[in-house]
């Protein structure tokens, strides 16, 4: 048996945000924490919750602020702190609520610059976390015209909230025509970014790299080799400064950016689960 459950928490400055949980019946193992990419939405990872809900792993993701059920502005943010204090809330909610299960935090495409900006800028809260998963983070160059993250730069301090679709071409996300099908009929999807997002999510990324030989965290990087959405070359660069021992980085040939949806998705999950099993009672 599943017990699904849905409610809100307070994110900074008290903005009501939208979570879901999903537990096994009886004890698990541990928690999985995750963070969705832009646009997309905390019902996004079928496909994981299916293959580790039997595994006893509990299952806990929010929908960030302008994104899927939470308020805001599609693609908004007036500072990126706005997103990593979010996170670091909901941790502590489940950390409080099940202080004796270990925790693990997965981060997918712009969730994963989340969650690398929180691990490495709140590293104390951190060690409470058991270790880390970067699923095609967009840390480096990403598919979106130039001329649009140009225009994103110029606006940013004048007109912060101007919007405009980023353009990424939905038939990047994954080779499976059926997902597709499904992305495009989600009424929760949105395709846009903002002015002041474009320079806080750059200016987070350069923050990242020039503090990642800080990072303290096992990790885990799940990239597709042919990801045109969030480029592999960027979570390669920062793997490689990252110093501490306990770091693996997996790269599918082939594979597109939704790996969690994409065709080769029980090898990815697979993959997951594995080291998920290796990391929960260290």
Do not use: C
Request: no cysteine.
């Amino acid at each position: 048996m599943i017990y699904h459950s849905e409610d809100t928490f307070k994110g900074l400055g008290e903005l009501a945000l939208y979570y879901q949980s999903w537990l096994p019946e009886g004890k698990f193992k541990a928690i999985l924490v995750i963070v969705h990419g832009l646009g997309a939405h905390s019902s996004r990872f079928g496909n994981i919750i299916e293959q580790l809900l039997p595994k006893e792993y509990a299952i806990y993701a929010f929908d960030m602020r302008g994104n899927g059920r939470s308020p805001g502005q599609r693609g908004y943010i007036n500072s990126w702190a706005e997103f990593r204090e979010d996170l670091r809330i909901f941790i502590e909610l489940i950390h409080n609520k099940y202080p004796d299960y270990p925790i693990f935090i997965m981060g997918h495409s712009l969730g994963g610059v989340v969650v690398l900006d929180y691990i490495l800028r709140h590293p104390q809260e951190a060690k409470t976390l058991k270790g880390a998963i970067a699923l095609a983070p967009a840390i480096g160059k990403v598919g979106v015209s130039k001329f649009r993250l140009l225009l994103g730069k110029l606006l940013s301090r004048i007109w912060p909230q101007f919007s405009l679709s980023t353009g990424i071409d939905l038939s990047t996300a994954s080779r499976d025509e059926k997902v597709l099908a499904a992305y495009t009929a989600d009424p929760l999807r949105h395709t846009l970014g903002t002015a002041r997002l474009a320079t806080e999510y750059f200016a987070t990324v350069d923050w990242i790299y020039a503090h990642a030989n800080e990072w303290q965290l096992p990790l885990l990087i799940l990239h597709g080799g042919a990801d045109k959405v969030t480029l592999p070359e960027g979570s390669d660069i920062f793997y490689q400064l990252v110093n501490y021992k306990d770091k693996q980085r997996l790269l599918y040939p082939g594979a597109y950016h939704e790996l969690q949806s994409d065709i080769n998705y029980r090898e990815v999950i697979t993959d997951l689960e594995n080291w998920l099993e290796e990391h929960h009672n260290l």
